[in-house]
């Protein structure tokens, strides 16, 4: 079984930025990948940013040049850095292990999440 713990969230003020960590332990063969999801209040959860087992990377438009999602497999460490940060990326933020349902990628173990909060 795999187990997802992120860290990193905070609060920072509109431009700042900040760097999420997610720590991966456990295996599971069927893997596609990793993601980064968010979910502000009253809202579902989108998500931010994925990587596949290749390191294919994916971004939401609202993040893309601003967000870079990376993983370090020695560390088996999944990271989000966060920069030009905007109130409206205020939300907690999961990362998320995927893998294969059928022929879809999908994301199955979640973390605990993180709150990330930005400020005007």
């Known amino acids: 079984q795999v187990q997802l713990v992120e860290s990193g969230g905070g609060s920072v003020q509109a431009g700042g930025s900040l760097k999420l960590s997610c720590a991966v332990s456990g295996y599971i063969a069927n893997s596609c990948g990793m993601g980064w999801y968010r979910q502000a209040p009253g809202e579902g959860r989108d998500v931010v940013s994925t990587?596949?087992?290749?390191?294919?990377?994916t971004y939401a438009d609202s993040v893309r040049g601003r967000f870079t999602i990376s993983q370090d497999n020695t560390k088996n460490t999944l990271y989000l850095q966060m920069t030009s940060l905007k109130t409206e990326d205020t939300a907690v933020y999961y990362c998320a292990f995927r893998e294969f349902i059928g022929m879809t990628c999908t994301p199955t173990i979640w973390g605990q999440g993180t709150q990330v909060t930005v400020s005007s």
């Open positions: 990587i596949t087992t290749h390191g294919t990377t």
